[in-house]
């Protein structure tokens, strides 16, 4: 399939810039998986949409507040990094802006000196390796100065950086937010307890690349970054016991969903796994463990909107979008959301 299978004109006021109050008060479209039915509901019916039995897979990741503005100290200049990968030893990989300024050996000084940092290496795609220091603990400094790194068709800024957070968030390690679970609050899920759906988790922390644009015109051409997963052997036993009773497996985001089809993919199975998933989904792929998803409306020609074509089939999901336009949802991370059943 092409690229431009999966456009769609989206006016730009649909692009939701906060999140809306109460989490749970966005709207969710109910898309029939097979039929392509449509209906409209808002997030807090979700209680109503599933069942006692069936089980819902959340990632539990955190999102860093990874972005941290400083001064070159030789000179005083400006200076952006955006953090991405913690490689041990106080060593990151990071985007830098401008990249010029980050020679080798050049070092910089962020949030009046708390935290300083040594540019080691120049990678091939042009990230840096920075070594920082600092005193205390890295992720409480990283709290003070930090700031959250919100996608770029955010302009507006975020006053409470929990609300870029789910509430179920706990394993920091993030670039982006799995925007699916912002839907969730803490009360929604104790009514799907009380109903008798099963809660397990998974963690998988979303990097930078999951908005990197699809360039190559042939879907197939295009190589997907790689996320580091783990699932844990509570959660395996949760879905393999639901799969037996003949509940339904609903995953929260294409995070969980792609975690879920990374392992029974390697292993064969549902078991405890951890790795790295560099899994690329798109129309003529067989699910192998998800029956339901719960996703956002995702920006056109990426690999998120070719992943929930795959599920639920390229016309169901093409003609979903062109009513959610029409019925004037709000779309992408602080938009609203489709439960696909």
Not at 181 to 187: A, Q, R, S, Y
Not at 201 to 206: D, F, K
Not at 234 to 245: G, L, M, P, S, V
Request: charged letters at 25%; aromatic letters at 10%.
């Amino acid at each position: 399939m092409k690229k431009s299978d999966f456009f769609y004109d989206l006016p730009q006021e649909l692009i939701a810039q906060h999140p809306i109050e109460p989490r749970d008060h966005s709207r969710m479209m109910i898309l029939g998986r097979n039929s392509g039915e449509i209906k409209h509901k808002h997030f807090y019916d979700i209680t109503d949409e599933l069942n006692a039995g069936d089980c819902l897979v959340l990632n539990d990741t955190r999102v860093l507040p990874a972005r941290i503005y400083g001064i070159k100290e030789e000179t005083g200049a400006k200076v952006e990094f955006l953090l991405l990968n913690n490689k041990g030893n106080d060593i990151w990989e990071v985007i830098t802006g401008p990249g010029k300024r980050a020679k080798e050996g050049a070092k910089f000084t962020f949030g009046d000196g708390i935290l300083k940092a040594e540019i080691l290496e120049i990678l091939e795609n042009g990230n840096r390796l920075a070594r920082f220091t600092y005193d205390g603990v890295f992720f409480n400094v990283l709290d003070k100065i930090g700031q959250m790194p919100l996608p770029h068709y955010i302009t507006e800024e975020l006053k409470d950086k929990e609300r870029y957070q789910t509430v179920y968030s706990k394993e920091l390690g993030s670039a982006a937010a799995p925007t699916a679970g912002l839907h969730f609050t803490k009360e929604t899920l104790e009514k799907l307890r009380n109903k008798g759906v099963k809660i397990a988790y998974v963690t998988l922390h979303v990097g930078l690349g999951t908005f990197r644009p699809v360039k190559a015109e042939n879907i197939e051409d295009h190589k997907m970054h790689s996320e580091h997963y783990w699932l844990p052997a509570e959660t395996a036993d949760i879905i393999n016991e639901t799969k037996k009773n003949g509940g339904r497996v609903v995953a929260v985001g294409t995070t969980c969903c792609r975690t879920l089809e990374s392992v029974a993919t390697f292993r064969g199975k549902i078991q405890e796994d951890e790795g790295w998933t560099d899994i690329f989904i798109y129309p003529g792929y067989e699910f192998k463990c998800i029956d339901a998803l719960l996703t956002n409306f995702h920006l056109p020609e990426s690999t998120l909107i070719m992943l929930v074509s795959a599920f639920c089939g390229y016309d169901n999901t093409m003609n979903a979008y062109k009513v959610a336009v029409s019925e004037k949802y709000r779309f992408f991370s602080f938009g609203d959301c489709m439960l696909i059943i």
